[in-house]
């Protein structure tokens, strides 16, 4: 090898076998990732502080990092490593026909890009449970047309309790999936009953113009739904990371 090249190779070899990061900055916290040169996460945290999750990424022998925020962090250039934010005008591994793109959540781009690349060629229906509920779709071709939104659990506590009068703020754990014998069960069960019958019935719709549909279940609070084996559900609760992941070696400089 002569010296002239001997750098360039270095520094392909080396960008070879560093890990990645992803970063996800929600409504509420702060999800870190890291994926090893394989592709596998290797490890995972939570942060209240974007600085203090940059701190912990650097020492994990990153290369290069994505990070999507819908709630509009800070994202400044930090020394270290490549960041790349995420964005409608990222690189995307599906066709986008949203028709106000800019609006379009990165989390949700992030739930379609690991859906674009985990289930190709498949009608796949993503269900993101966390502060709101987001439904959305991506046919065989991998077109992406749009989806929903609908509140999640906690934000359907809240207001029941927020805009009437007498109804408690009530936790989710005193539902038990039944007709509720007290005013709090009967909140509780509303809500996940009501969350349960909402998710299966977008399924029913869906399986029935694509009978080979896969669903998918991701989210803080995707854990509190079990769908009938009938149809065929994938729940992961990594599936944004990966996301972002996939995203981020289809951008990466």
């Given at each position: 090898?002569?010296?002239?090249?001997?750098?360039?190779?270095?520094?392909?070899?080396?960008k070879?076998?560093?890990?990645?990061?992803?970063?996800?900055?929600?409504?509420?916290?702060?999800?870190?990732?890291?994926?090893?040169?394989?592709g596998?996460?290797?490890?995972?945290?939570?942060?209240?502080?974007?600085s203090?999750?940059?701190?912990?990424?650097?020492?994990?022998?990153?290369?290069?990092?994505?990070?999507?925020?819908?709630?509009?962090?800070?994202?400044?250039?930090?020394?270290?490593?490549?960041?790349?934010?995420?964005?409608?005008?990222?690189?995307?591994?599906?066709?986008?026909?949203?028709?106000?793109?800019?609006?379009?959540?990165?989390?949700?781009?992030?739930?379609?890009a690991?859906?674009?690349?985990?289930?190709?060629?498949?009608?796949?229906?993503?269900?993101?449970?966390?502060?709101?509920?987001?439904?959305?779709?991506?046919?065989?071709?991998?077109n992406?047309?749009?989806?929903?939104?609908?509140?999640?659990?906690?934000?359907?506590?809240?207001?029941?309790?927020?805009?009437?009068?007498?109804?408690?703020?009530?936790?989710?754990?005193?539902?038990?999936?039944?007709?509720?014998?007290?005013?709090?069960?009967?909140?509780?069960?509303?809500?996940?009953?009501?969350?349960?019958?909402?998710?299966?019935?977008?399924?029913?719709?869906?399986?029935?113009?694509?009978?080979?549909?896969?669903?998918?279940?991701?989210?803080?609070?995707?854990?509190?739904?079990?769908?009938?084996?009938?149809?065929?559900?994938?729940?992961?609760?990594?599936?944004?990371?990966?996301?972002?992941?996939?995203?981020?070696?289809?951008?990466?400089?």
């Amino acid at each position: 090898m002569t010296a002239a090249f001997k750098p360039i190779f270095t520094e392909a070899l080396n960008k070879k076998y560093m890990h990645r990061g992803v970063i996800d900055i929600g409504n509420t916290r702060i999800k870190a990732a890291v994926f090893s040169s394989e592709g596998e996460l290797a490890n995972k945290q939570y942060f209240n502080d974007l600085s203090l999750c940059y701190q912990w990424l650097k020492q994990e022998n990153i290369y290069s990092v994505i990070v999507s925020s819908v709630a509009q962090g800070s994202t400044e250039e930090v020394i270290g490593f490549e960041i790349h934010s995420l964005s409608y005008l990222s690189k995307l591994p599906f066709k986008n026909q949203y028709l106000s793109k800019e609006t379009l959540g990165v989390d949700r781009i992030a739930a379609l890009a690991a859906a674009a690349t985990q289930f190709p060629n498949q009608a796949c229906l993503i269900f993101d449970i966390g502060t709101c509920m987001t439904i959305d779709f991506l046919d065989p071709d991998l077109n992406y047309n749009g989806g929903n939104i609908s509140p999640g659990i906690a934000m359907r506590l809240k207001a029941m309790h927020q805009f009437t009068g007498r109804l408690p703020l009530v936790d989710i754990k005193d539902a038990n999936f039944t007709m509720g014998s007290n005013t709090k069960e009967a909140m509780a069960n509303g809500v996940l009953l009501g969350m349960q019958h909402e998710i299966e019935g977008y399924i029913q719709t869906f399986t029935k113009k694509y009978p080979n549909l896969q669903t998918v279940l991701c989210g803080g609070d995707h854990s509190h739904f079990v769908i009938p084996s009938k149809y065929k559900i994938f729940a992961n609760e990594n599936f944004v990371l990966e996301g972002l992941y996939a995203l981020l070696l289809l951008n990466e400089k």
